[in-house]
């Protein structure tokens, strides 16, 4: 299993960009994936999941992102993205995708992609 994460870049403040992560491999299902960043010199940061379950999609936040970010999954293309609005230079980190990915007879594990680099300008 390997994830893939594209779509960071550099912007001006108040933009926006969407982050774009591919799940491959060989797999059951993936009950749950999210976005976490890192800024240089910080403490990481969970910014956003995504749990998929019977009754539907439910999604959490860092308090930092509410309002400004949305996490969503395609379940056909196993990918999941974070759209990002009204960018701040706080927001400058290296974003992770993560997916808990289970596998059949039961196993499970969490998945991490490579990181890509977000940098907001003011």
């Known amino acids: 299993v390997q994830l893939q994460a594209s779509g960071g870049g550099l912007v001006q403040a108040g933009g926006s960009l969407r982050l774009s992560c591919t799940v491959s491999?060989?797999?059951?299902?993936?009950?749950?994936m999210g976005w976490y960043r890192r800024a240089p010199g910080e403490q990481g940061e969970l910014v956003a999941t995504?749990?998929?379950?019977?009754?539907?999609?439910?999604?959490n936040y860092a308090d930092s992102v509410k309002g400004r970010f949305t996490i969503s999954r395609d379940n056909d293309k196993n990918m999941v993205y974070l759209q990002m609005y009204k960018l701040e230079p706080e927001d400058t980190a290296v974003y992770y995708c993560?997916?808990?990915?289970?596998?059949?007879?039961?196993?499970?594990?969490?998945?991490w992609g490579q990181g890509t680099l977000v940098t907001v300008s003011s």
């Open positions: 491999g060989t797999f059951s299902h993936i009950p749950s």
């Open positions: 995504i749990l998929t379950s019977a009754t539907g999609d439910r999604t």
């Open positions: 993560n997916a808990n990915i289970w596998f059949p007879g039961g196993d499970s594990q969490v998945y």
